[in-house]
């Protein structure tokens, strides 16, 4: 305060410049506008230290201006409370926008986003490298074939049918050339082993027609050629096991049954809210087909790395999450929209997850909808994933279903939408050992109200069935006749901290 109070001493004419005082309270301004307009450099009186600060001070002498006069600062203590309280009262979300997260040597940095184990529409994300077992592949070709994307399998395709007809054309070709067919094309006392064959193109549409049985006519194999017949042979069943396994390949993966599991819809984000006073995480399926699945199951899991109390580290542990397997409520009859259920209790891996700590968490929830599909007898599975951020808190699902004149209406417009619903931002832990509070009340609520009567013992203690065999003369008992007005006015009855005795020891 005397600092402030006092006048500055006369300065230097490379120090000479205005004050410019800022804040709410009282202040003196003195400095003229062509001086300000001269120099570029201003004083910031410090208002704790009271300390001269300058930047980038300008050369007042080239200016030929005599030095500014003397600055008198008068700010009391209660202006600088209030600017103090002004600058704490500012909107939270401007102070919070400004702090960012702090790496190992302070420097700020961001959130890294989780990557996803299990994509939204079901696609694992998870790629394998460095195999080198890959021969186990040309085991199972024809899953193999199968599990190819649609252009391998295409190109697999054609070149499975050219590629025979190739060999076989260039092996006919192979037979006339040999036995001399070329030589005599216009001998017509000469028999070759195929009738108009005279080049590689016409050899290689008799392979396209002997492996299609398309037989037009016009080029045939003549009785003059054993080994023709033989080749005709295996043509006709190297052809035909060609296309039985090509076709097959086809139909199967035109009727995967995944292609199913695209109208089974999951929503865009999962929700934690109260059912029957019990916090329950909850997620919504629907099947937009009228086709039914047949034994739809639903399971839960939850990804997320650990480590174990030996210090082993496991990455993407996998932690199952109930969702009804005891009660069979995962057995579904999928007609409508269903919203799936998981009871937070002390067996969940979220029993100890507040609010807070879920806005912390690194984790995922990958949902696994089974089922047969009625058209075509397949099993089908339809995939989906929660992350941390996806997981709403304090929310509930909207209803979607209307009741209209002779049928039940189903409205896909709602099945995303939530709303907030009053919910505890404590852990299911927390909410269980409140309500464990609230029940244990009562019981102590019975000891103090025993402890004001003590007459009560005395008098139990003098009755004159104390002679029975359990009870001893200095000791009080409980009667319970003696304690019935209690049990009336707090209404023990109902609860499991009333106060009883054992009949068969009094009648003892």
């Known amino acids: 305060m005397a600092l402030e109070n006092s006048v500055f001493p006369v300065r230097p004419d490379s120090l000479s410049l205005p004050v410019e005082e800022k804040g709410e309270g009282e202040g003196v301004e003195v400095a003229t506008e062509a001086i300000a307009a001269a120099t570029a450099g201003v004083f910031n009186v410090s208002e704790e230290l009271g300390n001269v600060v300058t930047a980038d001070t300008a050369d007042t002498a080239d200016t030929g201006l005599p030095p500014p006069p003397l600055v008198k600062v008068n700010r009391s203590f209660q202006a600088k409370l209030a600017e103090r309280e002004a600058q704490a009262n500012e909107p939270r979300k401007k102070r919070v926008e400004t702090q960012k997260e702090r790496g190992r040597f302070g420097w700020g940095r961001t959130r890294r986003k989780r ?12 790629q394998h490298g460095n195999m080198r077992e890959t021969y186990r592949y040309l085991t199972d070709i024809f899953t193999t074939l199968v599990d190819l994307n649609w252009r391998c399998s295409l190109i697999v395709f054609v070149m499975a049918y050219a590629v025979t007809w190739l060999f076989f054309g260039a092996i006919w070709y192979l037979i006339a050339y040999c036995r001399g067919d070329l030589d005599h094309l216009g001998d017509e006392t000469w028999t070759p082993c195929v009738n108009n064959v005279n080049g590689f193109i016409s050899a290689f549409l008799f392979s396209i027609e002997t492996e299609t049985t398309i037989g037009y006519g016009h080029r045939v194999i003549t009785d003059q050629c054993p080994v023709g017949t033989m080749l005709l042979l295996l043509q006709a069943i190297l052809g035909s096991m060609v296309n039985a396994f090509m076709v097959g390949c086809m139909f199967v993966k035109i009727s995967q049954p995944n292609k199913r599991a695209e109208t089974l819809v999951f929503s865009k984000h999962a929700v934690i809210s109260l059912r029957d006073d019990k916090l329950c995480l909850m997620f919504r399926v629907g099947d937009l087909r009228s086709s039914h699945i047949v034994g739809a199951n ?64 690194d984790f995922e929830i990958v949902v696994i909808l089974e089922g047969m599909v009625e058209a075509t007898g397949m099993t089908c599975q339809a995939r989906s994933s929660y992350l941390a951020e996806e997981v709403m808190w304090g929310h509930r699902f909207s209803p979607m279903m209307l009741l209209a004149k002779g049928f039940f209406d189903i409205d896909y417009g709602a099945f995303h939408h939530t709303f907030e619903v009053v919910t505890p931002t404590c852990s299911a832990r927390e909410l269980s050992l409140a309500a464990a509070r609230l029940d244990a009340h009562l019981y102590w609520s019975i000891s103090s109200r025993l402890d004001e009567e003590p007459t009560l013992t005395n008098e139990a203690a003098n009755q004159p069935d104390s002679g029975s065999a ?16 209690i049990q009336e006015q707090t209404g023990l009855g109902e609860l499991n901290g009333s106060v009883a005795t054992d009949q068969s020891e009094s009648e003892a």
């Open 298 to 361: 639903m399971r839960a899991k939850l990804i997320k790395s650990k480590q174990t109390q030996e210090g082993e580290f496991i990455p993407l542990d996998q932690t199952d999450i109930s969702v009804g397997f005891e009660t069979g409520d995962d057995r579904l009859f999928l007609v409508s929209p269903l919203v799936i259920s998981h009871e937070i209790d002390m067996h969940s891996p979220f029993w100890d997850m507040s609010q807070s700590q879920l806005e912390k968490e």
């Open 115 to 126: 990557q996803r184990y299990v994509e939204k529409n079901g696609r694992c994300n998870v």
């Open 470 to 485: 359990n009870s001893k003369g200095g000791e009080p008992t409980f009667i319970v006749g003696e304690m019935t007005d």
